[in-house]
């Protein structure tokens, strides 16, 4: 006999009786065993949640241990830290930049340390509309490069790496970049790898050998799952009548599908080679906490993993040019979460508080470029120190929008009321600024001439003639 059931027996038997024959379990024999599974619940959830709890922490110590961050060659931008909570809580919108960086190389096929940006995509993490969205931008786009001049926009790495990067988008979009992701040559097609490669449908044959790049693309129409290599040759294939507009929407068509492929629950199985992939090929100054902030958030947003969209232009015999009116019109519903209808009817109040005739109407013609309408202007009673601008409206959107257009402002929320939705307090450091607006609308030619890095060409000239190819 079992000694275990033995001694259950004995425990049930009524105390002096002597027991005959086989032992019989007892009523009081199931409440025995239910005690069992209630010291098990008792301590086994415990252990299994701090287990669970163990290895979060260890997969977060792996993200600070292996994740290089931090490198101090751009700053946080504005008051995108507080847009941090805890724990792992994204309270305001954030704006990143990937920069996907080329290989150069010389007469003798040696890489050189010169590399351009051959993908620049801008993301946002919409808090607001709980939602991610990215503008992609082609490397071949017209755009004015800070000191040097008007030049395809991917040169601007080759020039001052991130920050001038940085700094020629913000200037073409008009959107404050807070972070940035740069990816080294081969990062992407790591990525891919770690997660088992990502399922895109290739739209037709493809079959092309770049020997001076060192890359072929060997593909066949229909859906299909890519290793990293053949996603890389996917996206970079180049025989196409767009060129490189076509190269950017494949690009997005694999970013999805590597979003939709993180999404699932069997990718948390790879994150130890997903985290060791992304920590060896990646540049950023993100935290690692931020990192895993922006991860979490991206993993349970609503709705589609990401809208993607390219920036609106036409194909020039030099450049991609891009379209203003469009721009403006796709960057205000993606990165400022209000349509051009909105602006152009919210009721916009400029206070001239700076003491200084006739700004408080140079203030309200920049608003005005923006698409707003109605706007009213009048003179304070009092001078103020710094330009304020208050919205009365739950859309942030449009206070954001003029005081990124006016620069460094203070940013105020009031309660709504029926009168304007934003007022633009314009004070006495409105008057440098206008000043400094002034000079850079007019740069010298000494600055426009400007010697380029080696390797990389001169500013061109800014003539153009567009074909008629349009998107």
């Known amino acids: 006999?079992?000694?275990?059931?033995?001694?259950?027996?004995?425990?049930?038997?009524?105390?002096?009786?002597?027991?005959?024959?086989?032992?019989?379990?007892?009523?009081?024999?199931?409440?025995?065993?239910?005690?069992?599974?209630l010291r098990w619940i008792t301590w086994g959830v415990p252990l299994l949640a701090l287990t669970m709890g163990g290895i979060a922490l260890g997969l977060y110590i792996y993200v600070l241990s292996q994740v290089t961050v931090g490198t101090g060659e751009v700053?946080?931008?504005?008051?995108a830290a507080e847009a941090f909570g805890w724990p792992l809580r994204l309270t305001e919108r954030v704006n990143i930049l990937l920069i996907g960086i080329d290989e150069t190389l010389d007469n003798r096929r040696r890489v050189v340390n010169v590399a351009r940006a051959d993908t620049l995509l801008l993301a946002t993490f919409d808090v607001e509309r709980d939602r991610m969205a990215a503008l992609s931008i082609p490397r071949d786009t017209r755009a004015e490069i800070p000191r040097f001049g008007v030049q395809k926009i991917n040169a601007s790495y080759a020039y001052g790496g991130p920050r001038l990067t940085i700094r020629t988008v913000e200037q073409l979009v008009g959107v404050e970049v807070h972070y940035y992701v740069k990816l080294g040559a081969n990062s992407f097609s790591r990525l891919i790898d770690a997660v088992g490669g990502v399922e895109v449908e290739v739209d037709r044959d493809m079959k092309y050998t770049d020997s001076w790049a060192g890359f072929r693309v060997d593909l066949k129409k229909g859906r299909q799952k890519l290793t990293g290599e053949q996603a890389m040759g996917f996206v970079r294939f180049r025989s196409d009548p767009l060129g490189d507009i076509t190269r950017v929407d494949r690009q997005q068509r694999v970013l999805m599908s590597l979003l939709a492929q993180l999404r699932q629950p069997s990718t948390a199985l790879a994150a130890p080679s997903l985290l060791k992939a992304f920590a060896e090929n990646t540049e950023t100054n993100l935290t690692p906490a931020q990192l895993m902030t922006l991860g979490f958030f991206a993993m349970t947003a609503d709705g589609a993993p990401l809208r993607a969209m390219t920036l609106p232009g036409i194909i020039d015999e030099l450049y991609y040019v891009p379209d203003a009116a469009k721009v403006r019109e796709v960057v205000a519903e993606m990165f400022y979460g209000v349509t051009t209808e909105e602006i152009a009817g919210a009721q916009?109040?400029?206070?001239?508080?700076?003491?200084?005739s006739g700004l408080g109407r140079q203030v309200a013609a920049r608003i005005e470029a923006l698409g707003f309408r109605t706007i009213s202007v009048r003179a304070s009673e009092t001078i103020e120190e710094r330009t304020t601008v208050i919205n009365r409206t739950p859309r942030k959107g449009f206070s954001r929008m003029i005081a990124r257009t006016l620069g460094k402002v203070q940013l105020l929320e009031e309660e709504p009321t029926e009168g304007p939705a934003v007022t633009v307090v314009v004070a006495r450091d409105a008057?440098?600024?206008?000043?400094?607006?002034?000079?850079?609308?007019?740069?010298?030619?000494?600055?426009?001439?400007r010697a380029a890095p080696e390797g990389v060409p001169p500013p061109i000239s800014t003539s153009h003639v567009p074909l008629t190819v349009q998107r």
Do not use: C, F
């Open 431 to 449: 008057v440098r600024g206008a000043y400094r607006m002034e000079k850079r609308q007019r740069p010298p030619a000494a600055e426009l001439g």
């Open 348 to 356: 916009i109040e400029v206070v001239n508080a700076s003491g200084t």
């Open 75 to 79: 700053a946080v931008r504005g008051g």
């Open 1 to 37: 006999m079992d000694p275990e059931r033995e001694r259950d027996n004995q425990e049930i038997e009524a105390p002096g009786r002597e027991a005959v024959g086989p032992p019989v379990p007892g009523p009081e024999a199931a409440p025995r065993r239910g005690r069992r599974w």
